[in-house]
């Protein structure tokens, strides 16, 4: 017995003195920008002598570290900051806010890449690309302007919707199936200019990403990919002034405190004046055109305690279009949304949003007739969402997103002669989404994020619906008065992202995602234009859905200064829109008749090898793929390319710091020209010649390559003061790649056709000076 005794009192100090010796403390705390105050999200926490061990910052700027008692040396670095290190003697929990200092220009300052150096290779979210400022400001631009959509479509499965187009494909989809937010509220049309330049004022963001494989469970609407673009906050200690004036636009933002260390106000605008400039260097077909694009940006921060932040963002930008006595558009976006964020704990934290959004656009046309006609989508919003923290090991996020939808399709006075008038009816919806989600370490070479999301879509009236036959042709119409349910779609939507690691160096990655959509842009150019007819899914027109699978394996190298990635997809997708043979869309109320619906299936690998640091970095990018339809009554009811469809993509990058002063870029891209549809034959009607269409975008345009070269000049840098001069030639080489193809009879043998190629420029010039003080 006495025995007994001894041995479970060896056993119970042995078990206090390990519980002793091997008890973990906590290291927390929050991380901020030294001069505005912003929380830092993705900043690498590692330690000094084993840089494997460490973590990154949540979305609300905080990190939590678990060790041994002992003395550590904590590394801070982040893109763009001065890296920092801090001793600890850790014997107990600690808290330790850091203030991180934004960098000056130094020759290895450029990079590719963000967040923690081996996120290349641990990251468990799959396809998604993060961009910061610092990552584009080099590169070179178009007209004067940095954009972070053209840059990109630099990116592996990222694809221009052509020639200086802000729109672009991902993986397959069309231009349409991306979902453009700006401070998490959808962006309808994100383009200026036709194109040339995005709703994106680089002065005033902060960064972006783009989720093209697993989409996370917070997002939703559209089928293939998520661009997230989130403004920064204005400093909150100091009044500052930036700009840039350019060949054919300029840009001036302002920034400060409202009550310093408290709150701040941000206000960013644009201008282009090519038109002005025209007319003033004596160009007599300016005189009577007007062209030009203005925009707005604002962004208020509040920090009302050390557990609530609330943040008032807006956006109004309006392009103008004008040949006088002839024709007048105008069109654009506008919005403001409200989000509160309230930290509970250091586990727990809500974030709580409303919004309001419309893109619309006005027309006037007087070519022997007058016609005045306006369009408009309204967007009204909220979306809460609860971050929960359970353990070290697991994240779990919930939340519900509710957005009401109103499309105005058209309304037309048209007056010659006689007078008419055209109101098309509005299409009422009601978008909801329910989602989870649990980021999961399972063991240290094992990580999954897995979740659902709960898509219900509601068509309402009021308005007249109608129902079909086989034919499309209407057989009878139901009137739904204002709130009346139509018809409920409710789709579920898996989400699944893991990452195993092989070792610190590399690891394979794989995922898969449904998603749901169910607004769908009516256009006849792959690449949109103002005029583009929005509808929702009716009793008529059903949800697109779409499954998409993915395994890739990413290595790094050197000390994770060179990153490799080769990633597989496969999408499937279903109820693909299309048109019937000369579909008409406008001004009609019952679209549906002129629609087609089928399938759509399109795959892929892309390889990316990437050099993130050092004077000379960049990175080469390759997708080879396939993107095709199979749509009842298209195409003798045969698969067919999409016109999105490219079996080649090349983008190389490069970045060279030549001295403290100069930094020389450049890109080179190529891809297979789109698919066309050309004309099998003709026939004459009235005395005029009709071309006769059969096989669906059965042909090629000529392949698209281009060189850009760029080179920026810091003039002056001090304490308060910052110049630099900024220098392009986009397309140097002066290939006239194909903007159009046009197939009409032969003047000189009536009974031949001829295509007519039109390139839309060869070499642009631009230079920019470029200021902040």
């Given at each position: 017995m006495e025995f007994l005794k001894r041995v479970w009192v060896f056993i119970f100090i042995l078990g206090y003195t390990t519980t002793v010796f091997c008890q973990n403390y906590d290291i927390t705390g929050k991380i901020t920008d030294s001069k505005t105050k912003e929380l830092l999200i993705g900043v690498t926490i590692s330690l000094k002598n084993n840089p494997v061990q460490g973590t990154i910052t949540n979305e609300r700027g905080e990190f939590k570290l678990s060790l041994a008692a002992g003395e550590y040396v904590l590394k801070f670095d982040y893109l763009g900051y001065e890296e920092k290190e801090i001793s600890v003697l850790l014997h107990e929990n600690l808290v330790r806010d850091v203030s991180l200092v934004q960098q000056s220009i130094q020759m290895d300052e450029v990079v590719v890449t963000v967040n923690r150096s081996d996120a290349n290779v641990s990251d468990v979210q799959t396809g998604v690309e993060h961009i910061q400022l610092q990552q584009i400001n080099k590169l070179p631009v178009l007209l004067g302007e940095r954009d972070i959509i053209k840059s990109l479509q630099l990116?592996?499965?990222?694809?221009?919707?052509?020639?200086?187009?802000?729109?672009?494909?991902?993986?397959?989809?069309?231009?349409?199936?991306?979902?453009?937010?700006?401070?998490?509220?959808?962006?309808?049309?994100?383009?200026?200019?036709?194109?040339?330049?995005s709703t994106f004022n680089s002065d005033v963001l902060r960064d972006a990403s783009l989720y093209k494989g697993a989409i996370p469970a917070q997002y939703g609407e559209r089928l293939s990919a998520i661009l997230d673009v989130q403004q920064r906050n204005g400093d909150i200690n100091k009044l500052k002034v930036s700009g840039g004036i350019g060949l054919i636009s300029s840009k001036l933002s302002l920034e400060g405190p409202i009550k310093k260390g408290k709150s701040s106000f941000l206000i960013g605008g644009r201008r282009t004046y090519a038109d002005a400039i025209a007319r003033l260097s004596g160009v007599e077909e300016a005189n009577n055109a007007y062209l030009y694009f203005y925009d707005l940006n604002m962004k208020l921060y509040f920090s009302l305690s050390d557990k609530d932040q609330l943040s008032v963002s807006g956006y109004l930008g309006r392009d103008k279009m004008e040949l006088k006595d002839l024709a007048e558009t105008d069109w654009g976006n506008i919005f403001t949304s409200l989000k509160w964020i309230h930290v509970k704990n250091d586990k727990l934290s809500f974030h709580s949003s409303l919004f309001y959004n419309r893109y619309s656009y006005n027309m006037k046309m007087d070519m022997g007739m007058e016609m005045v006609g306006t369009s408009h989508l309204n967007d009204y919003g909220l979306k809460e969402e609860i971050n929960y923290k359970l353990n070290e090991s697991n994240l779990l996020r919930f939340g519900l997103q509710s957005t009401f939808h109103d499309i105005a399709p058209g309304d037309y006075d048209i007056s010659s002669e006689t007078s008419a008038t055209v109101n098309l009816y509005h299409r009422y919806s009601l978008e909801n989404g329910l989602y989870a989600s649990n980021q999961w370490k399972v063991t240290d070479r094992l990580e999954v994020i897995y979740g659902a999301r709960l898509s219900v879509f509601s068509a309402m009236g009021k308005g007249e619906y109608y129902e079909l036959d086989e034919e499309k042709n209407v057989i009878d119409s139901i009137w739904y008065g204002a709130g009346k349910f139509v018809k409920t779609y409710v789709n579920l939507e898996p989400r699944l992202s893991a990452v195993y690691k092989l070792n610190n160096e590399s690891s394979v990655k794989a995922s898969y995602a449904r998603t749901t959509q169910n607004m769908h842009l009516l256009t006849y150019v792959a690449q949109g234009s103002p005029y583009d007819r929005w509808t929702s899914s009716s009793n008529n027109v059903k949800p697109q859905l779409a499954d998409q699978y993915s395994i890739g394996y990413f290595?790094?190298?050197?000390?994770?200064?060179?990153?490799?990635?080769?990633?597989?997809?496969?999408?499937?997708?279903?109820?693909?829109?299309?048109?019937?043979?000369?579909?008409?869309?406008?001004?009609?109320?019952?679209?549906?008749?002129?629609?087609?619906?089928?399938?759509?299936?399109?795959?892929?690998?892309?390889?990316?090898?990437?050099?993130?640091?050092?004077?000379?970095?960049?990175?080469?990018?390759?997708?080879?793929?396939?993107?095709?339809?199979?749509?009842?009554?298209?195409?003798?009811?045969?698969?067919?390319?999409?016109?999105?469809?490219?079996?080649?993509?090349?983008?190389?990058?490069?970045?060279?710091?030549?001295?403290?002063?100069?930094?020389?870029?450049?890109?080179?891209?190529?891809?297979?020209?789109?698919?066309?549809?050309?004309?099998?034959?003709?026939?004459?009607?009235?005395?005029?010649?009709?071309?006769?269409?059969?096989?669906?975008?059965?042909?090629?345009?000529?392949?698209?390559?281009?060189?850009?070269?760029?080179?920026?000049?810091?003039?002056?840098?001090?304490?308060?003061?910052e110049s630099e001069l900024a220098l392009g030639l986009y397309n140097a080489y002066g290939r006239r790649n194909a903007y159009m193809i046009q197939f009409k009879t032969n003047i000189d043998d009536p009974s031949k056709t001829s295509a007519y190629r039109y390139a839309l420029f060869t070499y642009i010039p631009s230079i920019s000076w470029n200021f902040k003080f």
């Open positions: 990116m592996p499965g990222v694809k221009s919707a052509g020639e200086s187009s802000s729109g672009f494909f991902v993986r397959g989809g069309t231009a349409d199936q991306n979902l453009i937010m700006l401070d998490n509220v959808s962006v309808y049309n994100a383009s200026h200019l036709m194109g040339f330049f290595r790094n190298f050197l000390s994770d200064l060179y990153e490799f990635s080769a990633e597989a997809y496969y999408k499937d997708m279903r109820n693909q829109i299309d048109f019937k043979d000369n579909a008409d869309i406008q001004g009609y109320n019952v679209i549906e008749t002129e629609l087609l619906y089928g399938k759509g299936r399109a795959y892929g690998i892309e390889f990316m090898l990437k050099k993130r640091t050092g004077r000379l970095n960049g990175w080469i990018s390759y997708t080879l793929a396939k993107s095709e339809k199979k749509i009842n009554g298209i195409n003798n009811n045969q698969w067919y390319d999409s016109y999105q469809d490219r079996t080649h993509d090349i983008s190389v990058v490069g970045v060279y710091e030549l001295n403290p002063k100069w930094t020389l870029s450049a890109t080179w891209v190529y891809y297979t020209g789109n698919a066309l549809t050309y004309p099998s034959g003709k026939y004459q009607i009235d005395g005029k010649d009709v071309m006769y269409y059969a096989e669906r975008n059965g042909y090629r345009a000529p392949a698209y390559h281009r060189l850009d070269l760029g080179a920026t000049c810091l003039l002056k840098k001090t304490s308060k003061y």
